[in-house]
């Protein structure tokens, strides 16, 4: 626990004096300018909530990809990488730990796309039920922190990560139902959807904002939960794996 409460301090320090990292929340402003264009294009007001969360859950989850990623790109060209493989502290901890630290300053992005469409557009959201929006953001950090981490296994291998990192969100985001509701993908696709916690959260956050009433609150935070602490899970034991091959070949200065 001291480790990974160490790794996260760390983590909070650099992000604030990295311009990278805020080179992705600035980012935000404009995707949402962008959506609403098309919202207001289409004389579609029952749509602005949709406007503004896409971009604050792209951001969320770019944040966190990228972050995971640079965590072992840095790690390795500073030679730190082979201190983790021979540290006593497993680099399953570290890795989360770092990236949760990011995605903590990334919910920065819900008040920046709130201002963006009220300084653009006039937009005021009034949101329905605040608890259940605030519930549904920490869930979505986690599960984006560990599936964050998963994919971060996998730059450990490869020098590749930065072409892993872009493959991935894209599908990952359409999955999730980030860009449209689930329900509105082809009938084959909403399955595999269900299996990505995103798709959970974005409906929640949605409901949350939009909707008087919503069913089965507690049921769809328990699989939300569940599914971004499986990602936790699943990315520990791969980082263990991984290191464990590194460290038998070798390789892990050459990769």
Same mark, same amino acid.
């Given at each position: 626990?001291?480790?990974? /409460?160490?790794a996260f301090r760390m983590q909070l320090g650099l992000a604030f004096r990295t311009p990278n990292f805020w080179m992705a %929340? &600035? +980012? +935000?402003?404009? %995707? +949402? /300018? &962008?959506? &609403?264009? !098309? !919202?207001n294009a289409f004389d579609r007001p029952d749509l602005v909530a949709y406007a503004i969360i896409a971009p604050t859950l792209i951001t969320m989850w770019n944040t966190g990809v990228w972050t995971g990623g640079s965590v072992v790109r840095d790690d390795r060209w500073q030679g730190r990488l082979e201190l983790h493989a021979a540290a006593p502290t497993p680099y399953g901890i570290v890795v989360p730990a770092r990236v949760a630290a990011v995605m903590t300053l990334a919910l920065s992005v819900i008040p920046i796309a709130l201002a963006t469409a009220w300084l653009t557009y006039g937009i005021q959201i009034d949101v329905q039920h605040p608890w259940l929006l605030a519930v549904t953001m920490v869930l979505i950090v986690v599960g984006t922190t560990g599936t964050a981490a998963i994919i971060t296994s996998m730059t450990i291998l490869s020098r590749a990560a930065n072409t892993l990192q872009s493959s991935a969100s894209y599908p990952f985001l359409l999955l999730g139902g980030v860009f449209v509701p689930l329900a509105l993908l082809p009938v084959w696709v909403q399955p595999l959807g269900r299996a990505v916690f995103l798709s959970w959260g974005s409906d929640l956050v949605r409901d949350g904002i939009t909707q008087p009433t919503i069913e089965g609150v507690p049921g769809r935070l328990v699989i939300l939960a569940g599914l971004g602490l499986a990602g936790f899970v699943v990315a520990n034991r791969l980082i263990r794996v991984v290191m464990r091959r590194v460290r038998i070949t070798g390789e892990i200065s050459v990769q």
């Open positions: 626990m001291r480790a990974a /409460i160490a %929340q &600035l +980012t +935000t402003p404009a %995707q +949402t /300018i &962008l959506f &609403l264009s !098309v !919202v």
